[in-house]
């Protein structure tokens, strides 16, 4: 089998995380090892350059980096990226819709945000990993909604009437009396929350919002009956702030591991990557995390594989419309008339406040709306971005991902499949003219459609993500898997013991139909 690099065969690395300070490395058969950090440290006076460069992370741990450090980059010209654009556009009268329900593919934004911000991704600005520096931690930490704390950002905490910061203020939407909630905005209309790209559509804002109410609800939670729930659930030292923020972010961690991922790769890589073990000999199985391709020192990264090509399938689960409730109709995602279409940043409209129902399987709802399936399409409204987000740059947003990809140096799909002992589709299954190879983010999107028929993703692209998210989690010494091996969800839900995004909104009580709004 190929190589990474060409000709050497690939020895598969397999990194297995327990102790989240300690990470065993085992180079099977070949009793190779990872360089040390200082060997590969790039003296920028004497940087190589050329047409046999390849660009690469000078360390393998960093902000962002590469998964597949010895991978060549496939960098499509113009007229190839053009030719793939135009096989790209949703074909009109098709049956697109897949199986997810909606809300998971603001969710999955909602995710991305937590982990990544890049102020200095446009593709005018620098295109080499070691230059990109990303401003958010790569955690599960809810830092998007966090920010900096009640200490830093006390406007973003209610602190009257004995509140103590333990709690976020929310806003209202337009006409107060029909009691619909809305972000905490200033006198412009700004939301006041601790990312603003979570304000950007109106469903990311109602999921901030949701995740806003659920942090409320859990210090409602602790605090009732003598607070015999933060007595029995608090860790040491911790106070009602700090015990919330804990529940509400392995909770959340619990439903990305075993809501949004388990839906979205195939279950094969699902449960290679996620594992259950026993730490001890006899003693019970508990979450163990295995990793083949996605190996740090130190400090993790954010791969550009993942961040650039595999994780951006969520926009072909872009649906072109949404019905928000019961008394609005479907809204477009972009329209030339200002208030009548998802884009954000301003104030929520009256009656506009979300039914998740809608969105998530809460119950047996009839008005369920679904994603559109993985596949290599995008709805015509995200190939005809509106100058306002287009800016400078295309207004194809297939056209933008393909160049970014290029730009970075990204392997091609084939090569990836190749490194992680995959069969790579062949040219009649990409169905690109001229045949050769495949961007990643195009390669992703196909082997979705061809292996799973949309449904989840496929070989490649399951494999990538995983690693990645699962990777994160096992790295922050906080998350559930580190600090707490074998724990479960403790908050109310359907099932005990487990706890899906449909349980948070059943808990929170925000966006259920039928129920008034908590505050």
């Known amino acids: 089998m190929p190589g990474e690099g060409g000709g050497s ?26 360089g040390s950090p200082a060997s590969s440290i790039r003296n920028h006076a004497h940087v190589r350059r050329g047409l046999g460069y390849v660009p690469e992370s000078s360390l393998p741990f960093g902000l962002y980096g590469r998964m597949f450090r010895r991978l060549a980059p496939y960098i499509p010209d113009d007229a190839r990226i ?100 809305d972000l905490p905005r200033d006198s412009r209309g700004v939301a006041l929350i601790g990312d603003p790209r979570n304000d950007e559509n109106v469903i990311v804002s109602q999921l901030q919002l949701t995740f806003m109410l659920f942090h409320n609800k859990v210090c409602e939670w602790l605090t009732a009956d003598d607070a015999a729930a933060y007595e029995a659930h608090r860790s040491a030292g911790e106070g009602i ?3 919330a923020q804990r529940l509400v972010r392995w909770h959340y961690q619990w439903i990305v591991v075993h809501d949004f991922l388990k839906r979205i790769v195939d279950a094969t890589t699902y449960k290679d990557v996620l594992r259950h073990e026993s730490l001890i000999p006899q003693g019970e199985a508990v979450e163990q995390v295995t990793l083949r391709f996605f190996a740090w020192r130190h400090q993790i990264f954010m791969p550009v594989e993942f961040a ?34 998802l884009g954000g940043f301003r104030r929520l409209p009256v009656n506009w406040q979300v039914e998740w129902s809608r969105f998530f399987h809460l119950g047996d709802s009839a008005d369920l709306q679904h994603a559109r399936r993985i596949d290599r399409y995008l709805a015509p409204p995200l190939l005809d971005l509106p100058p306002e987000l287009a800016g400078a740059a295309s207004a194809d947003l297939a056209r933008r991902n393909l160049t970014r990809g290029a730009r970075l140096g990204l392997p091609s799909g084939q090569q990836v499949a190749l490194a992680i002992g995959a069969e790579p589709l062949d040219d009649e299954d990409l169905d690109l003219p001229g045949k050769g190879p495949a961007p990643l983010w195009y390669y992703v999107l196909r082997e979705a459609e061809l292996h799973n ?40 839900s359907a099932k005990p013991g487990e706890f899906t995004m449909a349980d948070l909104i059943n808990f929170t009580g925000f966006g259920v139909a039928a129920q008034p709004s908590p505050r």
């Open 308 to 341: 650039v090509a595999a994780y951006r399938f969520g926009h072909s689960m872009v649906r072109p419309a949404y019905t928000l409730n019961s008394r609005v109709g479907p809204l477009p995602i972009f329209a030339p008339e200002s208030v009548r279409h």
């Open 241 to 243: 702030f700090d015990c």
């Open 82 to 181: 053009d030719t793939i654009v135009r096989l790209m556009r949703e074909p009109s009268g098709a049956a697109l819709d897949g199986k997810i329900p909606a809300g998971y593919t603001y969710l999955g934004q909602f995710i991305d945000h937590d982990l990544t911000f890049d102020p200095t991704s446009s593709l005018q600005r620098r295109n080499d990993p070691d230059a990109l520096v990303n401003f958010r931690t790569p955690r599960f930490d809810l830092d998007s909604v966090y920010g900096r704390g009640p200490a830093d950002q006390p406007y973003l905490y209610e602190m009257a009437h004995g509140a103590e910061g333990h709690r976020f203020v929310i806003g209202k939407a337009k006409g107060e009396a029909r009691g619909e909630l």
């Open 453 to 492: 028929s949309g449904r989840t993703l496929g070989t490649v692209g399951s494999r990538i993500v995983s690693e990645v998210f699962l990777g994160m989690l096992s790295a922050d010494p906080f998350s559930y898997l580190s600090a707490a091996p074998g724990w479960k969800p403790v908050l109310c």
């Open 9 to 34: 065969a690939h020895v598969p690395l397999e990194v297995h995380v327990g102790d989240p300070g300690q990470m065993t490395v085992d180079m099977a058969g070949g009793g190779q090892s990872l």
